[in-house]
Structure formats: C-alpha cells, structure tokens
Nanobody, 126 residues
Framework: QVQLVESGGGLVQPGGSLRLSCAASGFTSDYYAIGWFRQAPGKEREGVSCIRSSDGSTYYADSVKGRFTISRDNAKNTVYLQMNSLKPEDTAVYYC???????????????????WGQGTQVTVSS
C-alpha cells in the first residue's frame, strides 16, 4: 500500500518561498507518476505539477510555470515542490498524490491518481 506524507507548508508573505516535501513508501515498481495538487476554499482540486519517477519528465500548470519546480530524490523516495514568488492566489491545501501508471504525469489530473497524502496548508498573506 502506497503511503504519502507531506510536509513543509506554512504561512509566507507574497513574493516569498516555500519548499514542500512528500515522503513516499510502498511502491512495488520504480515506474510511477507522482505530483502535487491543491485545493483552495470553494474551488475544485487542481493539478499543480507532476513528475514521472523513471526519467524526471515533468508537467506544470500554466499558473505556476516559471515559479514552481518539482524534483525527486529516488534514493530517498521523496518528491519536492519548490515554490518561489508566491502569490495570495497560491493559498490552498497542497496534496501529494501518486499512481502506478507513470504516463499520468502528463495529465496531472486529480481524478486519475489513486493514492493521496493528508495535505499541508500553504497560506500566502501579508
């Protein structure tokens, strides 16, 4: 059973940075898709950035391109989301999710991912 544990959320001022971490365990294969999703109050959950474990191919939502960077450390089974130039509209609960179908990183759509972490709150406010 895949388990995902997020950390690194918090309160940051606009223009600031945060790094989220997702520690993963339980994968039975080295080939999977893993990514970050977020849900703001009153809004649907959306894909932020996803990565394919095998080769590091990535997807970014248009709203975060150039500001967020996803990376993985396969030796530590950890995925990171470096968030720079944060805006108030980035405020949301951020979730880590994974699925054994590695090509899903291209879609990075919540409905396709089967394993989820508990989420971590990110608040961007002055």
């Amino acid at each position: 059973q895949v388990q995902l544990v997020e950390s690194g959320g918090g309160l940051v001022q606009p223009g600031g940075s945060l790094r989220l971490s997702c520690a993963a365990s339980g994968f039975t294969s080295d080939y999977y898709a893993i990514g970050w999703f977020r849900q703001a109050p009153g809004k649907e959950r959306e894909g932020v950035s996803c990565i394919r474990s095998s080769d590091g191919s990535t997807y970014y939502a248009d709203s975060v391109k150039g500001r967020f960077t996803i990376s993985r450390d396969n030796a530590k089974n950890t995925v990171y989301l470096q968030m720079n130039s944060l805006k108030p509209e980035d405020t949301a609960v951020y979730y880590c999710a994974a699925d054994r179908h590695s090509l899903l990183y291209r879609l990075c759509a919540p409905k396709h991912f089967g394993s989820w972490g508990q989420g971590t709150q990110v608040t961007v406010s002055s």
